[in-house]
């Protein structure tokens, strides 16, 4: 069934480091939902790095958006024996304005904008040993109750991670780590203390 999406904004390049033959986009069928995007490095092997965002914008096989950029540069730049970053986000529902997806998150339920495959795609992802990074940045629009009831869900699967789990360490907190899109490439990491927190 077709459903109505959210405004989804530009596109830009993927990073040059990207091998653009590899990468894979799982969505739902309608589109609403981005469960997972995976772009591999060119030349290098290796486990992936997983990088769980706020929901996911313009960002496909073919092109970025600009968060999926950033985080891909700094993923290559910060982990020379990774060989390619995995995206997944707190909520799949595709839309470039935070507020938007709140606004459906309010009106038609958390599920809505989860994903109704969301859970189970981090799960997998977080089973594999490579490092995962936290960027979903505070809530920006979305109702604060059902963000944070959201947040602790993900913060108890990441619990379960047999690998290492970091944030940015300029700005943000374990809970609210600072968004990927605001990133700086020399910006250092720091531990997430997820069985502490979650």
């Known amino acids: 069934m077709e459903m109505d999406l959210a405004r989804i904004g530009r596109q830009v390049a993927h990073a040059p480091c990207v091998d653009l033959s590899g990468v894979v986009a799982e969505f739902s069928s309608c589109r609403t939902w981005r469960y997972t ?70 009106t038609e339920g ?46 108890g699967m990441l619990a379960c991670h047999p690998g290492p789990v970091y944030r940015n360490g300029r700005r943000g907190s374990d809970r609210h780590p600072f968004h990927a899109c605001y990133w700086g490439y020399d910006d250092p990491l720091v531990a997430v203390h997820c069985r502490e927190k979650g």
């Not at 990774?82 to 309010?106: K, M, P, W, Y």
């Not at 594999?128 to 960027?135: D, I, K, T």
């Not at 059902?146 to 993900?154: A, D, K, M, W």
Request: include cysteine; charge should be positive.
């Open 37 to 106: 995007l995976s772009l591999p490095f060119r030349g290098r092997t290796g486990p992936h790095a997983t990088i769980i965002l706020k929901n996911p914008s313009s960002a496909d096989q073919g092109r970025a958006d600009k968060t999926v950029r950033t985080a891909t540069e700094f993923v290559f730049r910060h982990f020379p024996d990774i060989s390619g970053l995995h995206v997944l986000n707190l909520f799949a529902f595709r839309g470039t304005d935070a507020a938007e997806v709140g606004q459906i998150a309010a």
């Open 110 to 155: 958390l599920e809505r904008v989860t994903g109704p495959e969301n859970d189970a795609c981090i799960r997998t992802a977080l089973e594999r040993m490579g490092p995962v990074l936290v960027a979903w940045g505070g809530p920006s629009g979305i109702p604060q109750t059902l963000y944070l009831r959201r947040v602790n869900t993900v913060m």
